[in-house]
Each structure stands twice: as C-alpha cells, then as structure tokens.
C-alpha cells in the first residue's frame, strides 16, 4: 500500500515539475489548436471560427515580435505593416513565380529580414521616442509605395496570389483536401516555436538587456550593455518574424495587395499588443484575437451586430479606449487580478468553513 | 520633362557627395578636435542647407522660374491644408504630449457635417452658393472643435497617467469610434462638397504670365487668416502663456496657477477646428467625401512635425513648406516613386538631424 502511495506521490510531484515548465503552457495551447482543427474536419466549427483562430496564429507571431520592440526595448515602431507585406510578396514572387525551392526562399527571405532589421535598428540609434514611430511609419509608407510601383515583384494593383506551394517535395494545390490542414499544421508548428523563442530571448541575459533599455538609455549603457548590439537584435528579430508571419499570411489567405499593408495594420498590431498586455505572451494573444478574430468568431453570430457591421468598429475602438484608460497593463491584468480575487475568495470560504466545523479558534 | 532624370541623377550624386563631405571631415578632419561635437552640428546645418539650396537650383534648371511658381501655385491649396493639420497635430502634441493619430478623423468629421448642411442648404434654399459654402465651413468647425472638446473631457483628461503610447493607442481607439460613427449619423449615400469657386484667374507678374485656381485664393485667405490669428494668440495672449508654460511642463505650469485641464481642452478643440477647414478643402474638389480621406495628410502632418521638430511652433510649418515643394516637384522628376523621393529626402533630413531642423536639444537628468 505504501509502495502505491509512494508512486503517487512521485508522480504528483513530476506532473507538477511537468505543468511549472515554462513550455507546457505553449504545447498545450498548440495541442488545443490541432483539436480546433480536428473540429473543423468533423464540421463542428464553422469556416467563419477557424479563420479567426488561424488569423490569430498568424498575428500573434507577428506581435510577438512586435512586443519584443515595444514591451522589452520600449521601442515603438510603425513599419511592421510593410515587413509583413514584404513576407508575402517574396514568398509570392521567389516560390510562386520564381519556383525556388521554399528552403531557398525562407532562406533569402530571412537574410533580407536582417538586413532590413539592422537598417531600422541603426536608424533608431538616432531617433528615439515618438519621433522614430513616426519615421518608422514613413519607411513603412515607402515600402508600401514600392509594393505598389515595382510591379514585376508584387503585381503592382493586381496584386500577388498563390495557388500552390511545395512542402519536401509533395505539392499542397489550394483547394485540395490537404491543403488547409498542412498550412494549418506549419502554422500550429511555427507559432509554438515562436512562443517559445520569444519567452527563450525574454528569460535570457538579452531579455533583461531590453528591459533595462528600456527603462533608462544612459542606466543601462553604464552597466556595460551595449546599445547598438541590443537595439539591432531586438530590430532584426522583429523584421523576422514580420516576414514569417507574411510568409503564413499569404499561405493561407493566398492573395496578398499592395495597398493593403498601410498604417493601419501596423496600428492594429501596435493596439492587438497594448489592448493584451505588452509584457505576456498570453496577454498578446489574447489581444490580437480581440482586435483580428473576435469580429469574426463572435460577433459576426450575434445578431446585433451582424446586422449593424459599422458598430463591429465601434465595439473594437471603444474596447481599445477602455483597457488602455482603465487597465494600461493589458487585459490580461484583468484575468491576472481575478485569479487573484478568486484564490483570496476560496481561503476565505475555507476559513469559515472551518470556524463552522470545528468552532472559532480561541 | 526633358532632362529630369539626368537631373535626378544629378541631385543623387550631389546628396552622397555632400554624405561623404560630412563622413570624411567628421571621422579625419574633427576627429580630435576639442569641439568636435560643436563643429559637427555647424558642418551639417551647412551641407542641410547647401543640399536644399542645389536641389531647387536643379529644379530652376530643369524647369525654369515661371515654371516653378505656376507649380507652386497650382499646389497651394495641399499646401494651406498641409499647415492647418500640422499646427493641429502640434498643439496637441505640446500639451497633452502624444501624436493624435484622431486628427484626420475629427477633420473628416467636421467634413461630412459640413457638406451635409451644404447639401441641404442648396437643395431647400437658392440662396448664393459661396453663402451656404461657409455657414458649411462655419458649422463644420464648429462640430469639430465640440468634438475636439468633447474627446478631451471625457477620455483623454481622464487618462492622464497613461504613457504617451497609451494615449496614442486611445486616439487610434478614437478612429475606430468615428468611423464607425460617421456612416452611422451621415447615412451610407455618397456626401459631396462642392467647391468654391471652379474659376480660375491669369494674371501677370513682369513678363509672365500665370495661373491660379480661385479656390486657392479662398484656402490662402481663410488659412492665412486662421494662422496667423492663433499664432498671435499664441505670442499675445494669457491662454498662449498658458499653452507654452504646459508644453514645457505640465505639473510645473498647474502648479504656478495655469488652468491645464482648460488649456489642454482649448487645445485639443481648436486642433480639431483646425482640422476641419483642412479637410473642407481637402474635400470641396467636387468629389465624394470620404471617410479615409484625411489620412494622407495626417501622415505627412506627422513627418513635417518630425522634420521641423516638435519641439518648436514655427519650425514644423517650415517643414510643411518643405515637404509641399518636395511633393510637388516629385512628380515630375518621376511619377512611379515620387512618394518613394519624397519619403527618402524627409528621412535623410530626419537622420542627419534626428531632433528636426529647428529642434533644440534637452538636456536630461538621469
């Protein structure tokens, strides 16, 4: 008997080592998109829920770059759009019309992210605060512009589409039966790795760098942190995960427009991180699902607002208003402070059930 | 235009001349020179000014004086509407120190309401026209400076220990808001505003002769009017004090017995005021309203912010100027990537004076 209890104990203990491990949270989060998938195919969600959940993957790695900059390195930037857009018009021109291998293509892809990512970090060594979001958002602007006028590269108006893409040789048309399940399942891939990357470089001696950054330039310099090495760092591993993320857009939405990668989508990430809270990776999720998915995996159901599509915006814009004036952590300080609240709740339910059994103590 | 490529060409060789210029007397000449930073920033305030100078003596090649004017006049309503959103943009930015990303909405706002009163003043009324076209202007002004008000007292007053980014974030919450509530008060039909005047007027100046659109007249003189109105209020009055003493510190200023709730409010107001007529006149071409209208302007007012420093009033109205002439001679050089020229310059401008043109430097304590 006390063997069996000895195991059980042993394996409590383990499943507890097992649960605290800072990946656990990302594998199952994964796992329970992988179920959503399974869902689908057995028709239980609708097209309407799994874009949403699939769009919130893409953006989340997205804004996880993006929080790397704003919420570690307090840097703010409103390029992201135009590397986003850059992602999918190189995966749309060197895969799709180029017909490189897609190794080839993330390859090149991920030298120009860094190289782009070294210009901006370079630049804001000279520009800082509100001044470098908005030269950032006119390199977006140019880059937009370049989309719109280099038309061999983009397709100019006319855009870039992509039908087909090949995988370790086997080829995914759209419109097949394996074709979203395998965009799907690169994505899953893809955004577990992200979280993982992203909580790796946070917990790391660069993690700390950034947020000593971003608190004070000239505290941290005195430390002996080397500004330019962080500030391009934390710049380039932005742009890569900008450019992964256009690179899974245009895989699953398969059309990509120049015009389309305008400030507005850079605004949007920049709110997706803000509204979740900049500091917690569950927070941008959560975010970037209310600011991306929540039109359309909920509201678009609720009669209310499927027949007045202009108070979808409002919805969203005054949801933004009141997290930044009431919660400026992020909503997830909200969940944070409800936990907080409930485990308070059930030792004051535990007390007085106490004092009911047994009597007060004296 | 004949010879403008060999001219923008030309004017390539002349800013990565003028680069290297810098590089080579900043890295051998200054290199160990007591007031190397001194001399560093005179050099580049030379060679800023030396390379804006040999790019309009370029254009004054290429496209001789009267051409030049005649262009300038012809965009000199962008240029009126370019001043109005920057000095909006800047108000609000010296006293409740965040960029407005709202502005071109609370702008298109005031638009719609305008052009809505126009509409129906004209359809009831046969009243002239140029009357109708400013009780629109009037009340558009109005509607926007309540809404500018309105913003300010109920939201951004109460978020007064927001970081700037917060604010920026709730003004970007505000553009949804106001697009979503624009088709919902204004009605889906397509809104149009028609312009003052589709005259134009020749006159001459010595030998030329040149055109000028009457519309522009009417920008020039109620933008000229408006300016330089609140810039004297600025300089004249109490409430101006009060401005300048919150931009240079917001607690110090309420301390010393200025009213910053109302300063920030009168503020935010007039800049949604300001925005309005810019966006009158962005929209009184005869075309549709719309709602995304503002937003290219709004960008630009940001960069010209940026170029002329924020740190200043006057020096991003200089900025405005600059990016006006920049934006409209781009066009002709080359009309695929004239944003792309236009962007590139205010960005080499930016990096070789990362607090803008006219901007001072504030000493931090740390």
């Not at chain 2, 126009?118 to 400076?145: D, E, Y």
């Amino acid at each position: 008997m006390s063997q069996v209890r000895l195991w059980l104990e042993k394996g409590i203990a383990s499943f507890k080592k097992v649960t605290k491990h800072p990946y656990f949270g990302f594998i199952v989060f994964g796992a329970i998109m992988l179920i959503a998938l399974w869902l689908r195919t057995l028709n239980v969600l609708t097209i309407s829920v799994i874009n949403a959940v699939v769009l919130t993957m893409i953006y989340s790695i997205i804004a996880l770059g993006f929080s790397l900059l704003l919420g570690y390195g307090g840097l703010a930037s409103l390029g992201t759009a135009g590397f986003v857009g850059l992602g999918t018009f190189l995966l749309g021109y060197m895969h799709g019309k180029l017909a490189l291998s897609l190794g080839l293509t993330l390859l090149i892809s991920l030298g120009v992210a860094i190289v782009l990512g070294v210009i901006v970090g370079f630049i804001s060594l000279r520009i800082e605060g509100m001044y470098l979001a908005i030269i950032t958002l006119g390199l977006g602007e140019i880059l937009r512009q370049f989309f719109i006028s280099y038309e061999t590269f983009t397709g100019g108006y006319s855009g870039t589409s992509m039908r087909e893409f090949t995988f370790f040789g086997k080829v995914f048309v759209s419109g097949d039966g394996a074709y979203f399940p395998m965009v799907y399942l690169i994505i899953t891939v893809l955004f577990v790795l992200a979280m993982i990357a992203t909580i790796n470089i946070i917990k790391s001696p660069t993690g700390r760098a950034l947020l000593a950054m971003k608190n004070s330039d000239s505290a941290a310099q005195s430390m002996g942190i080397s500004l330019i090495k962080y500030r391009l760092l934390a710049f380039v591993i932005s742009t890569v995960f900008a450019v992964l993320g256009g690179f899974l857009y245009l895989m699953h939405i398969k059309f990509s427009y120049p015009p389309q990668w305008s400030l507005n989508f850079s605004l949007e990430i920049l709110a997706a991180v803000i509204v979740g809270g900049a500091q917690s990776i569950f927070g941008i999720i959560l975010g970037v699902f209310l600011i991306f998915g929540l039109n359309l995996a909920v509201l678009n159901y609720i009669p209310f607002f499927s027949e007045n599509p202009a108070l979808i915006v409002i919805f969203n814009g005054v949801l933004i208003i009141l997290v930044v004036m009431f919660y400026p952590g992020g909503l997830i300080r909200l969940l944070q402070l409800l936990k907080i609240k409930c485990s308070l709740g059930i030792k004051r339910l535990v007390v007085k059930w106490k004092v009911y059994r047994y009597g007060k103590d004296h | 235009m004949p010879g403008a490529d060999i001219a923008l060409k030309e004017m390539a060789w002349i800013i990565a001349g003028l680069a290297a210029f810098y590089f080579v007397m900043d890295l051998l000449v200054f290199r160990k020179h007591p007031k190397r930073l001194d001399y560093r920033g005179r050099l580049l305030n030379v060679l800023i000014a030396a390379g804006i100078f040999a790019i309009l003596a370029i254009s004054v090649k290429v496209f001789t004086w009267a051409l030049l004017f005649q262009i300038f006049l012809m965009n000199i309503v962008d240029l009126c509407i370019l001043l109005l959103a920057t000095t909006g943009v800047i108000l609000i930015f010296k006293t409740s120190v965040t960029t407005n990303f709202a502005q071109g909405m609370m702008a298109t706002f005031g638009a719609f309401f305008a052009a809505t009163i126009v509409m129906k003043l004209t359809a009831s009324s046969s009243v002239n026209p140029t009357l109708n076209l400013f009780i629109g202007l009037i009340s558009g002004i109005l509607v926007s400076f309540l809404l500018g008000l309105f913003i300010d007292v109920a939201i951004i007053r109460r978020g007064r220990y927001v970081t700037s980014v917060g604010k920026q974030m709730i003004t970007m919450g505000l553009v949804m808001v106001i697009m979503g509530v624009i088709p919902v008060i204004f009605g889906t039909n397509p809104v149009v505003l028609p312009a003052f005047s589709i005259d134009v007027k020749t006159f001459s100046i010595g030998s030329g002769m040149y055109v000028i659109p009457v519309q522009s007249l009417y920008a020039i003189g109620i933008t000229a009017g408006v300016l330089i109105l609140l810039f004297s209020m600025l300089r004249f009055t109490k409430w101006g004090l009060g401005v300048r003493a919150t931009a240079s510190s917001e607690m110090v200023a309420g301390m010393m017995g200025v009213n910053t709730h109302v300063i920030t409010a009168m503020s935010w107001a007039i800049a949604g005021g300001l925005g309005a007529i810019a966006a009158f006149f962005y929209a009184a071409s005869g075309t549709q309203v719309q709602v995304a209208s503002m937003v290219p302007v709004q960008v630009n007012a940001f960069m010209a912010a940026v170029l002329g420093s924020f740190s200043s009033f006057g020096g991003p109205l200089v900025g405005a100027f600059l990016i006006n002439i920049f934006s409209s001679l781009a066009p002709f050089y080359n009309g695929t990537w004239q944003t792309v020229i236009v962007y590139g310059l205010i960005l080499l401008l930016v990096l070789a004076k990362p607090l803008g043109l006219f901007g001072k430097k504030t000493a931090k304590k740390v």
